[in-house]
């Protein structure tokens, strides 16, 4: 009886979309567009950061208290991977970058690398999502509190200031108004509910 030939079959992977990170224009915000297959990686992660500093330039503050104030979202334990992980080994403390662009850059090159390791677009999502979430706190008026604590922690987190210690923001950092309605113009305060006893 003659042996039948042996065939291996071999797994195809499928060439994943390229995608890049743009301002959509009519909501201003950050989005995942497809784009010029020809782009290198290189190429795609440049772009996303340009089209990310562009997007930080329409507010009156300096990028780098946005991108700040991303880090502090994005650099916590629970933070899909690359940057979540253990309490006492989250993946953001790879990051050993100097300055600002440097921790920009690690953000976005990082949710690439899982989206090119077939890891899937939720680290990229994640990302856009913060971006955006802090884009609209700028945008609001009354939010300076809560982006000066973002911000803050996205200094320590990133090894760029002390953990302890008083706590110090430099004038290119300082919240700017963005709307006439801030909390420049009185104090607010925000009404607190008691518990009744029923």
Not at 72 to 80: A, C, D, Q, T
């Amino acid at each position: 009886m003659r042996s039948q030939p042996v065939v291996i079959m071999q797994s195809q992977i499928m060439p994943l979309p390229p995608i890049l990170l743009n301002i959509d224009p009519a909501t201003d915000t950050l989005q995942m567009y497809t784009t010029d297959p020809a782009y290198s990686r290189d190429s795609v992660v440049s772009q996303s950061i340009s089209n990310t500093l562009i997007l930080f330039s329409k507010t009156n503050v300096h990028p780098n208290r946005l991108i700040y104030a991303v880090a502090g979202i994005i650099f916590v334990h629970s933070s899909p991977q690359p940057f979540g992980g253990t309490k006492a080994n989250p993946g953001f403390c790879s990051f050993r970058g100097t300055d600002a662009h440097q921790l920009l850059h690690y953000i976005i090159s990082s949710a690439f690398n899982q989206y090119w390791s077939y890891k899937g677009r939720d680290t990229l999502q994640f990302v856009l999502q913060s971006v955006n979430y802090v884009m609209s706190l700028q945008r609001q008026p009354r939010t300076k509190d809560q982006l000066d604590e973002l911000m803050m922690k996205g200094r320590k987190k990133s090894g760029h200031i002390e953990w302890f210690g008083a706590a110090y923001i430099p004038p290119e950092l300082r919240h700017v108004h963005e709307t006439a309605d801030d909390n420049s113009l009185g104090v607010h305060f925000t009404p607190v509910r008691r518990r009744t006893n029923t």
